[in-house]
Each structure stands twice: as structure tokens, then as C-alpha cells.
Antibody
């Protein structure tokens, strides 16, 4: 069974850093792209970052570009999101999601349960 | 960035009703359009990808249509578990933007 489990959330001060992790199981991790999506309190979904199956291609939302880095360790079936210079507007539940693709059409399935990051002094 | 606009923002219906949610893209996205369902406190789940293809295990009462800029998600014969928030998402270009969501609640 495919399983994604995020960790690393918590309360952090503005301007500091935090690394999120996503541990995956139940599928051949190195064959799939991965994504981070976040959801602010009472808000909708915002795609944050994505990474190709081998890590060679990455992409970011403008709101996090230059502050966040997505990476992966295919040997350990893990996805990461290194977040720096955190702002209050980064407060959200962060989900990792597997990237599925057919004929260049991408969709996200499944998703982890999310980890909450609260940026507050 | 491609802006995605959903309507209505919220919708009330009864079990057994049929409802349609609309999603409009700010530019032509062919059929690079997905629909997700999210219940409170849970992760989103993909219902439809590529505009009209049901994800495995999704009941046939869900259907997606559209291409270009205008898309719909129709749920026929609503069941209690269908009351949730629905999001569209374009995967035509990065960043993969979502609509603002449509909350479907029980009348």
C-alpha cells in the first residue's frame, strides 16, 4: 500500500529555518516525481515545489523561490523541503504528494496527511 | 501564472441531488485539468485527471468534462460522503495552480 508520511512541522520563529521530510513506502520512489503543496489556515491549496524522479529538475512557486529548496534521497525513499527565512505567511499544513503523469498530464496521488508549520514569534 | 477560478464558492444540496461545479482557466490549458476532493482535516484526494478520466476507485457518479478554458465536475446522486470541498488544478504549466475551492454542504 502506498504511504506518505510527513514530519518536521512545529512552531518556528520568523526568519528561521526548518526542514520537512516525507517518508514514502509501497512504491518505487525513484520512478516518480514528487511535490509539496501547502494549505494555510482556512485557506485553499497552494503548490509549493516539485522535483523530478531523479532530482534533476525542480520547480518552485514564486512565493517561496529563493527561500525553499526541494530535494530527495532515492536511496532512503525520502523527500525533503528545506525552508529558510520563514515568514508568518508560510504558516500552513504542508503535504507531500506523488506526481503521476500520463502523456505529459500531471496529477497528484496520493497525498500524505500533512505536517503543520506555524511561523510565529 | 495561470489563474483558476471556481464557481460557486459554496453550494448546498441534499442527498440524491445532482450538482455541477465549474472551473475556468485564464488561458487555454487543453485538458491539463484535475479535480480533488478534500474533507475536513484530511488530505486531498484526486478524483479526476486529464479533464475527464476518473482516478481508480472513484465512483462513477463523478464525472469531469471540458477542454480549453472551461471545465465542470458533476456529481450525480449525491451521497453523504460527497459533502466536502472540491478543488480544480491545472497542470499545463508550473506553477500548478489550484482554484480557490468549492465547499459542498448538506442543505
Amino acid at each position: 500500500q502506498v504511504h506518505l508520511v510527513e514530519s518536521g512541522g512545529g512552531v518556528v520563529q520568523p526568519g528561521t529555518s526548518r526542514r520537512l521530510s516525507c517518508a514514502v513506502s509501497g512504491f518505487t520512489f525513484r520512478n516518480y516525481g514528487m511535490n509539496w503543496v501547502r494549505q494555510g489556515p482556512g485557506q485553499g491549496l497552494e503548490w509549493v515545489a516539485g522535483i523530478s524522479h531523479n532530482g534533476s529538475v525542480v520547480g518552485y512557486a514564486a512565493s517561496v523561490k529563493g527561500r525553499f529548496i526541494i530535494s530527495r534521497d532515492n536511496s532512503n525513499n525520502a523527500l525533503y523541503l528545506q525552508m529558510t527565512s520563514l515568514k508568518s505567511e508560510d504558516t500552513a499544513v504542508y503535504f507531500c504528494a506523488r506526481d503521476r503523469m500520463v502523456a505529459a498530464r500531471h496529477w497528484f496521488d496520493p497525498w500524505g496527511q500533512g505536517t503543520l508549520v506555524t511561523v510565529s514569534s | 501564472d495561470i489563474q483558476m477560478t471556481q464557481s460557486p464558492p459554496s453550494l448546498s444540496a441534499s442527498v440524491g441531488d445532482s450538482v455541477t461545479i465549474t472551473c475556468r482557466a485564464a488561458q487555454d490549458i487543453d485538458n491539463f485539468l484535475n479535480w480533488y476532493q478534500q474533507t475536513p482535516g484530511k488530505a486531498p484526494k484526486c478524483l479526476v485527471f486529464s479533464g475527464s478520466t476518473l482516478e481508480n476507485g472513484v465512483p462513477s457518479r463523478f464525472s469531469g468534462r471540458g477542454s480549453g478554458t472551461d471545465f465542470t465536475l458533476t456529481i450525480s446522486s449525491l451521497q453523504p460522503e460527497d459533502f466536502a470541498t472540491y478543488y480544480c488544478q491545472q497542470s499545463f504549466s508550473i506553477p500548478y495552480t489550484f482554484g480557490q475551492g468549492t465547499t459542498l454542504d448538506i442543505k
